[in-house]
């Protein structure tokens, strides 16, 4: 298949594009950069051994979209492009329905407009809110609990209204849990600008030494030891679950479905810490800090439905997400440090 990956040179849209590749399909990126580096591209040709090409234009601008998707016959999109960082959100609500909203909007148009009409979504479990039931399974309620979540939840609506209108569509949501890890090789992984908001780039950080200690935020939640549960689950793993979803969306006669990507198991913060500092052998200095404003206790997936309806469950253990990242740290060292 022809297929585009809109947010392509991002974190998990590069993780998506090797296996993809891998398979036989025809990959196109399209990327603003606004949150990725170009040098990406050059990292996943040494992954998969050919050019991966990359389209640099945003999401909102439909004349661009329109011409990539018809200059290389795009049958299916995987969209990825999207802004997520929780506290942005807050403090710049306009920015977050202008991009993600509006751009996924203009997304659809353009898609519609050139008769392609699958699409795989990155959703979040972010959508489920404060849990009301653990494991999280798809039929729990939604509700948002901060702009960044509200996107999320009002593009899922969209899409829900779409595929009801036109029986054509054939589109996934993929509701993630908390991807982490990098590619085996430690070419690509995770990256953000600045300082990191999530705790794995974080951790990686603070091993490398760019960063002092990490801050807990909290030790008195009604978890196991008092810090944060969440279902970590690998990027690869999570790669594969996209390409399972492009397989079952092509054979099946529904227009809109949906998939929890987790391993349905929630490991603390401290497991983390231990986990992290166990497997590389280096320590991750911390301290306990207060909660941070709309963290829930814990939160972990059902992965049923992905498991009986596409064949994929995930495979790497806590291990692998460690030492995949650490890997993926030494890389950017050396390189910076030439
Ligand atoms: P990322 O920031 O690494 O990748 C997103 C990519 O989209 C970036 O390369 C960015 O430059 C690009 N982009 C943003 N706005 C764009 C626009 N208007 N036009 C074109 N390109 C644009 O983030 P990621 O972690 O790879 O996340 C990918 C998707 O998965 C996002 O939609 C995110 O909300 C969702 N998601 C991520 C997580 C996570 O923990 N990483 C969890 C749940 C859901
Ligand atoms: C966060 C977002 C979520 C988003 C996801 C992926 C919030 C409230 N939620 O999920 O909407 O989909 O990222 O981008 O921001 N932690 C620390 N110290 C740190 C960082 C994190 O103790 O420096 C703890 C958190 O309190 C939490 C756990 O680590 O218990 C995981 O945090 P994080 O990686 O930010 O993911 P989520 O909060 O689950």
Not at 267 to 282: C, H, I, P, Q, T
Request: charged share 20%; hydrophobic share 40%.
């Amino acid at each position: 298949m022809n297929i585009l990956l809109t947010g392509g040179a991002g974190y998990i849209g590069s993780h998506v594009a090797a296996p993809l590749v891998s398979a036989g399909h025809h990959v196109v990126c399209f990327d603003n950069l606004s949150n990725s580096d170009p040098s990406v591209m050059e990292r996943l040709e040494a992954i998969t051994g050919q050019p991966v090409p990359l389209v640099t234009g945003d999401i909102r601008n439909g004349d661009a979209l329109r011409e990539v998707m018809l200059g290389h016959a795009i049958e299916a999109v995987i969209h990825f492009a999207g802004l997520k960082a929780v506290g942005e959100s807050v403090a710049e609500p306009m920015k977050y329905y202008d991009n993600n909203v509006r751009g996924t909007l203009s997304l659809l148009e353009a898609m519609a407009d050139c008769g392609a009409k699958t699409l795989v979504f990155s959703s979040s479990a972010t959508v489920y809110g404060q849990p009301q039931y653990l494991p999280l399974d798809e039929n729990h309620p939604t509700s948002a609990t901060n702009p960044y979540g509200r996107t999320k939840l009002m593009i899922e609506e969209m899409l829900a209204d779409v595929a009801a209108a036109d029986p054509e569509w054939r589109i996934a949501i993929l509701r993630y849990f908390n991807p982490v890890g990098a590619h085996d090789s430690g070419l690509i992984g995770e990256n953000p600008n600045g300082v990191p908001n999530n705790l794995m780039p974080f951790i990686g950080r603070v091993a490398a030494g760019r960063l002092k200690e990490l801050s807990v935020f909290g030790n008195d939640y009604d978890t196991p030891d008092g810090t944060g549960v969440r279902d970590y689950i690998h990027v690869v793993d999570l790669a594969d679950g996209h390409v399972a979803a492009l397989d079952a969306i092509a054979k099946t006669n529904q227009p809109l479905s949906i998939w929890n990507l987790g391993t349905g198991t929630g490991y603390s913060v401290l497991d983390m810490v231990k986990a992290f500092e166990r497997v590389n052998g280096v320590p991750i200095p911390f301290r306990i800090a207060p909660r941070r404003d709309g963290d829930v206790a814990s939160c972990f997936a059902s992965p049923e439905r992905a498991a009986r309806e596409l064949g994929w469950t995930a495979e790497r253990d806590l291990d692998a997400m460690c030492s995949s990242s650490w890997r993926f740290e030494h890389m950017l060292a050396t390189r910076n440090a030439d």
